[in-house]
């Protein structure tokens, strides 16, 4: 039996001949593309993207690219005073011309992309001078807008919250006036090489109507530009929004100055009341120093530590003293009142007893009250087998005791009697006065 052998022949020539026995229309002939190795969208085939190096500015080496800017603000968030700073809402705008962005179009319309195409193309670099923290919005997707015409120029918008320092100068507070500005800056390019400016001159900055502040009144907004230097980098151009507000002084009237006006007339109450009277006067004086010591307390509290004085603090702080005098006031009448009754009482152990007896220098009529006060002479006198004791008053006159009694000492006890009682008498006329006087000098001075 013979057997035919045979050579075997490759697998490749054997792939191939089945390749080329297939149908022409068949799936295996088919070669489908990867579109994902396709990187590039039309729109970047349009701007020709991937043909320029947009890490370097538009027209390197040449004269510096002028970029215009405008600014829209939307609102104004917050002024804080204790960190010096105010939170603000906008939406900047940049304008300049980049011919490598330039393109063909029949219709001489521009094109507007999102903020996809921003990363890959050249943008000028700006910041905000002094500020503490600022994001682009994002909701429902980044707050970016491009948009490039045919002859290359470019609009790129973006909305932006900033918070930024304000230095402010509360000496005047609260009835102050406030002035901030918002700076706007290149971070990397000189003038040399990016000269920024306002788009529109004084109009490139518009404001919502419907902008408003609890505290504040917005008076004016206003741009200016000038140019900022660094020790190590050179000249930068720099855009200023400035923007003056003046507090509204309603809300402090009523929660500082109302109330502390209140406390000092409070205090002259105690002046109409009887000096005898130690638990209604004293009471009353401690009340308002504690009351005011809260007042000024609660008013620091919302305050930055500045080390200088400002205008409601001078305000407070000497209704503090009027409210603290007439407590001292008190004391004085008190002292003054009890070095009286011990003269009264070494005059009476002076005095002989005058029972029953009519002495030129007496005055005949008394209410009880001054007869309690002024002092009782007691004298044990037997009526019907009993003993009574007897009580009068006898006032003498300055003179009259001196010949009669011949005592020194009496002199000195009319003229402390006459000191002590008009202290409180003068005290109603001069503690408003003097108040008065105080609020006219501060009112107008600070208004």
């Known amino acids: 039996m013979h057997l035919k052998v045979g050579c075997q022949q490759p697998y490749n020539v054997q792939r191939k ?32 993207i991937n043909d320029h190096d947009f890490t370097m500015r538009p027209g390197f080496g040449g004269p510096a690219v002028p970029v215009g800017v405008d600014v829209q603000v939307e609102s104004l968030d917050t002024i804080s ?7 603000m809402t906008l939406y900047i705008r940049h304008y300049w ?32 001078v002094h500020s503490k923290k600022s994001f682009t919005h994002d909701t429902t997707t980044d707050n970016v807008m491009l948009r490039v015409y045919p002859d290359g120029k470019v609009l790129y918008s973006q909305r932006v919250t900033v918070t930024s320092m304000c230095s402010m100068d509360l000496s005047r507070f609260p009835l102050d006036t406030q002035t901030c500005s918002l700076e706007i800056e290149s971070y990397a390019y000189t003038d040399d090489d990016l000269m920024l400016y306002w788009k529109k001159g004084n109009n490139s900055l518009s404001t919502d109507e419907n902008i408003s ?26 855009l200023y929004i400035t923007f003056t507000l003046r507090r509204h002084i309603f809300f402090f009237l009523l929660q500082t100055y109302f109330p502390a006006t209140l406390m000092v007339m409070l205090s002259w109450v105690s002046f109409w009341i009887d000096r005898r009277a130690v638990p209604a006067r004293v009471p009353l004086g401690i009340t308002t120093v504690l009351t005011m010591s809260t007042i000024i307390t609660g008013v620091n509290a919302s305050m930055p530590r500045v080390s200088y004085i400002k205008a409601v603090d001078i305000y407070l702080w000497v209704s503090f003293v009027f409210v603290f005098l007439s407590v001292i006031e008190y004391a004085a ?31 005949g009529s008394y209410s009880e009250e001054d007869v309690n006060n002024t002092g009782n002479y007691g004298c044990m006198l037997e009526e019907n087998g009993a003993m009574k004791q007897q009580r009068m008053m006898v006032h003498l006159d300055i003179e009259e005791n001196n010949q009669i009694t011949g005592h020194v000492g009496s002199s000195a006890y009319s003229s402390m009697w006459v000191d002590t009682h008009a202290i409180d008498k003068y005290s109603r006329v001069i503690f408003p006065g003097s108040y008065t006087l105080f609020n006219i000098i501060y009112w107008s001075c600070y208004l």
Not at 103 to 128: A, C, E, Q, Y
Not at 213 to 238: C, D, H, P, V
């Open 17 to 48: 001949r089945i390749m080329f026995l297939s149908p022409p229309h068949s799936p295996i002939l088919r070669r489908i593309p990867d579109i994902t190795k396709n990187t590039m969208s039309n729109s970047e085939q349009l701007l020709s």
């Open 81 to 87: 005073e204790v960190d010096m700073d105010f939170t």
């Open 97 to 128: 011309k980049d011919e490598r962005l330039s393109f063909h179009s029949t219709t001489n319309k521009s094109m507007t992309f999102d903020g996809r195409l921003v990363k890959k193309i050249w943008v000028p670099d700006m910041f905000f």
């Open 213 to 238: 502040l609890s505290q504040f009144l917005i008076q004016e907004f206003q741009t200016t530009s000038k140019l900022a230097f660094y020790s190590s980098t050179g000249w930068y151009n720099r």
């Open 333 to 363: 009448v008190n002292y003054l009142s009890t070095v009286q009754e011990r003269k009264e009482k070494k005059l009476r152990e002076r005095l002989p007893c005058t029972c029953g007896m009519t002495h030129p220098g007496v005055m």
